[in-house]
């Protein structure tokens, strides 16, 4: 049987066409919808996955023409995707509309809500609508309030029309803002309405853990305190801040990537079986999972976590300059853009195993990957290779880049000598299905309009979240000297500290792309 038919006898594709349906987006002059959404809605355009009666109604501060608004969303689909065809391009923009007013005022409300009413009427699309929040979190509460005021968020009876809310993260600051703005929007909106985005659950690569774990027998027994060594969770990126200076510096990398993107990655790895894949379900399953993590201890916060902050380095090809020196950045800031973590789970199935995350921005290469480290033979019958020296195997779930899966096992050399040779069963996306992951955000937004919210955050999962982290950025705000801020050269892999985290413990992270090595018996 050849690779291609293989395929095709166990394709089991559950992808449907969305809902009818109109997408109104906040933030619509911003940097988010040019550089994802955008291009996420063309994608899916491309795959015959946008509804058939559809349209996208921008809404922002900036006081322009609807012309100008079409040209630059014609300029980030070429930016993301390269020249089009006209046909198809002029096709989706004529799909656009856009609509300027403040955030506050309730007038621009007034007229967003004739704007929709006539889209809803133009493009016949059902009166479904679905709010797209691409705007810093202070603002939330406020335009789903006004959105409320002018009935725009009520649904129809069995929910027909439906109205649906979508919130791009941080979903609050903290765990007692989480909390605030959940109130405020539960007195407006009913829960069903709520999608919390973490583009990270839409990755094709982070999905895959679950069907990875759950529709194959064989991992399954393994993945448990009697056969894994330790986790590590990485997402390490090589650019700075960008030009986000100024909201990165009051977030920092353990609310940035922490808060949401490492633990929701982990939940995945680490969570129970599901009962279905029913949204409900998963969700529970994730935020158990949250919620058995260990509490950091607060006496030696230090020998748990280490913090870092990139700084310019002469002998790297970048040139970042020193966090501190980054346009929107406090000169004396000291915002950490690095994070390694230690992690236990006090469950059955994890007791006793480290999982270890690390996060960074400034570092030497983008890389994204969780590794499992399984346990190492009991005993080594191959004469000089001593127990200690045979590799342990370790699977890989390669997130970004070269997505893919690999395992690692030890093989003898072909000659003579009995020479033994750590090698990769590989599974690259690219190489089998011929494409690069589709963008997270086209998967997540055909989610929204399917209304499924499996890949979104619960309320709950979210106070999980936060009730971890806040007291680490209370002690870290409170007694910084119980974990200091370690500086690290920008094109390094962060702090000698993170590696001396895992190195007390007879570990070392890895370092993407792992040599294969060869151990002469
Ligand atoms: C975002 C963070 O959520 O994720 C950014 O705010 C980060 O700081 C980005 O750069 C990383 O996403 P990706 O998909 O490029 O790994």
Not at 259 to 286: C, G, K
Not at 305 to 313: E, L, T
Not at 490 to 496: A, N, R, T, Y
Request: charged share 25%; proline share 7%; hydrophobic share 40%.
């Amino acid at each position: 049987m050849d690779l291609e038919y293989a395929l095709s006898q166990t394709n089991v594709c559950a992808e449907q066409q969305a809902e009818d349906c109109g997408i109104i987006v906040f933030g619509a002059s911003g940097d988010l919808v040019h550089r994802k959404l955008i291009p996420a809605l063309y994608g899916l355009m491309r795959r015959r996955l946008l509804p058939p009666r559809f349209y996208i109604l921008g809404f922002a501060r900036s006081d322009i023409s609807e012309e100008t608004f079409r040209e630059r969303m014609r300029k980030a689909i070429i930016d993301a995707h390269g020249e089009q065809p006209p046909d198809m391009l002029n096709g989706f923009l004529a799909m656009c509309r856009y609509s300027a007013g403040d955030y506050n005022d309730p007038a621009a409300y007034n007229r967003l809500a004739g704007r929709c009413s006539v889209c809803d009427k133009d493009f016949d699309s059902s009166g479904n609508r679905l709010f797209y929040l691409a705007l810093p979190p202070e603002l939330h509460p406020v335009v789903v309030e006004r959105l409320a005021e002018t009935g725009m968020t009520a649904e129809g009876p069995d929910r027909n029309p439906w109205a649906r809310v979508v919130f791009e993260k941080p979903f609050g600051h903290d765990l007692q803002s989480a909390i605030a703005l959940d109130n405020r929007l539960a007195r407006v909106i009913a829960s069903h309405q709520i999608f919390r985005m973490d583009h990270y659950l839409g990755k094709e690569t982070v999905q895959s853990v679950l069907m990875f774990r759950f529709a194959n027998a064989i991992f399954e027994p393994l993945w448990n305190r009697s056969y894994i060594d330790h986790v590590q969770i990485s997402t390490l990126e090589s650019i700075g801040v960008e030009h986000r200076g100024g909201y990165y510096d009051q977030a920092g990398c353990l609310r940035d990537m922490f808060q949401n993107h490492m633990l929701q990655m982990l939940a995945i790895t680490a969570m129970e079986p599901p009962i279905s894949f029913y949204a409900d379900r998963v969700r529970e399953e994730r935020t158990k999972l949250l919620r058995s993590i260990r509490p950091w201890s607060m006496d030696d916060l230090g020998s748990w976590i280490v913090r870092g902050q990139y700084a310019a380095s002469p002998a790297s090809s970048s040139s970042l300059p020193d966090y501190n020196s980054e346009h929107g950045v406090r000169p004396d800031s000291t915002t950490e853009t690095y994070v390694a973590a230690k992690l236990l789970i006090d469950n059955w199935r994890w007791q006793g195993v480290p999982f270890y995350l690390r996060s960074g921005k400034g570092l030497q290469r983008k890389s994204s990957e969780i590794a499992v480290t399984f346990k190492r033979v009991p005993y080594s019958m191959f004469g000089m290779t001593s127990k200690a020296q045979m590799p342990a195997n370790v699977l890989i779930l390669k997130i970004q880049p070269d997505e893919g899966i690999d395992l690692t096992i030890q093989t003898k050399q072909p000659g003579p000598k009995s020479c033994m040779s750590s090698m990769a069963l590989s599974f690259k996306y690219q190489e089998v299905f011929g494409i690069t992951p589709p963008n997270a955000y086209e998967r997540l937004l055909l989610d929204c309009m399917q209304g499924d919210r499996t890949l979104f955050w619960s309320r709950e999962g979210v106070e999980a979240a936060w009730q971890l982290i806040d007291p680490v950025l209370a002690a870290w705000r409170e007694k910084p000297h119980l974990c200091p801020l370690h500086r690290y050269p920008v094109g390094s892999w962060g702090p000698e500290a993170a590696d001396e985290l895992v190195r007390k413990e007879g570990r070392r992270w890895r370092r993407p792309p792992e040599m294969a090595g060869t151990h002469e018996l």
